[in-house]
C-alpha cells in the first residue's frame, strides 16, 4: 500500500523573496496535489506566480494566483508529468510577481513509492 505525506512550503512574494526555491524530496514518491493557501493578502496590482519543477528542471506545474487574493483563498494543480521523484532529489518551486507583496504557504500532497 502507498502512503500519503506532505510537505507544507511557506513562500513570500515580498521583495528580495522571490526566485527559485528548494526543497529536498528524502524518499520516493509522486507529486498527486499542490495547493497554495494565501497567508498574507495578495498586492493587487498585478498576479502572481508558480512553477514548480521536478529535479531536471522539467515543469510539472505552474499556478497563477489572482492579483488582491485574500487570506484563506487557494489555487490548486494536480499534476500528472514530471512530478515523480526517487529519494535525495529536489523540488524546485520558482515564484514570480511584478510588483511584491503577499505570502502563501504550498502544500504538496505526495504518494510515497
Known sequence: AHQKAEITFPLSFETGY?????APISYPGTITKI????????EATNDASLIVKDNAGS?????????GAIIGN???SSPTTNNTFTAGQTLTIES???T???????FFEILRT
Open 96 to 98: 514570480a510577481k511584478t
Open 18 to 22: 522571490v526566485g527559485a526555491h528548494k
Open 35 to 42: 495547493t497554495a493557501y494565501i497567508t498574507k493578502n495578495i
Open 59 to 67: 515543469t510539472m506545474a505552474t499556478i497563477v494566483i489572482t492579483a
Open 100 to 106: 511584491k507583496g503577499g505570502a502563501i504557504n504550498v
Open 74 to 76: 487557494a489555487f490548486t
